[in-house]
């Protein structure tokens, strides 16, 4: 079925400094989703990526899907302390309906 | 509105004995997922159901894991004889449509401790 590896697996930086996330698939995707867990949290959806090159921003947030559709990413301005948790992408399996997770990118924030 | 609720929030059992983990998804959403996710790790699909037709099993990683959904809402995921390496949160989503691509909405989990 359709994997996605995400890096970095955790990422440390100060409250101010910008952050990115990939997310690689060696096929095609269909679709691509971002979800963010807080620590003791559950996953929470973020946003869905259809079309080719595809970009979307929400407030600080800048998620992208490349021209193949095979690689995508997620691009924090000006992290927050509010940004710690882990951030996952995750792909619809060949069944059409679950998702394949990454294994996500694990942020931590210090002031 | 409420959300996708699971219980319990936590249980702790005996190796070899069996556990039933609940899920109520969001009313109105004909598709229901189980994953697992272990400690510091990415979440491994388990199940999933849409609306009558048979369920998608290909995730379950032994014959020891059952779930069923009764009436197309509530679902209960079964782990017979369980084991240590069963040890994880235990997570129940639901969508809408359970097209592909639908977002899927998580509840809180089951913590599973197997002592």
């Known amino acids: 079925g359709q994997q996605v590896m995400q890096i970095p697996q955790y990422q440390h930086v100060q409250e101010g400094e910008d952050f990115t996330t990939y997310c690689n698939s060696s096929?095609?995707?269909?679709?691509i989703q971002w979800y963010k867990q807080r620590p003791g949290g559950h996953p929470v959806f973020l946003i869905q990526?259809?079309?080719?090159?595809e970009v979307k921003k929400q407030k600080r947030l800048t998620f992208q899907f490349g021209e193949a559709k095979k690689n995508s990413s997620l691009h924090i301005t000006a992290t927050q302390t509010t940004d710690v948790g882990t951030y996952f992408c995750?792909?619809?399996?060949?069944?059409?309906?679950?998702?394949?997770f990454g294994k996500g990118t694990s942020l931590l924030v210090t002031p | 509105g409420a959300g996708v609720s699971q219980s319990p929030s936590n249980k702790v059992t005996e190796k070899g004995k069996d556990v039933e983990l609940r899920c109520d998804p969001i009313?109105?959403?004909?598709?229901l997922y189980w994953y697992r996710q272990s400690l510091g790790q990415g979440l491994e699909f388990l199940i999933y159901?849409?609306?009558?037709?048979?369920?998608?099993k290909s995730g379950l990683p032994s014959d020891r894991f059952s779930a069923e959904r009764t009436g197309g809402s509530v679902s209960t995921l079964t782990i017979q004889r369980t084991q240590q390496e069963d040890s994880a949160v235990y997570l129940c989503?639901?969508?809408?449509?359970?097209?592909?691509?639908?977002?899927?909405?998580f509840g809180p989990g089951t913590r599973l401790t197997v002592l």
């Open positions: 096929t095609t995707l269909s679709n």
């Open positions: 009313s109105g959403h004909t598709a």
């Open positions: 995750a792909c619809s399996m060949n069944s059409g309906y679950a998702l394949n």
């Open positions: 159901f849409q609306g009558n037709s048979a369920p998608d």
């Open positions: 989503a639901s969508s809408l449509s359970g097209l592909a691509g639908d977002t899927q909405y």
């Open positions: 990526l259809v079309k080719s090159g």
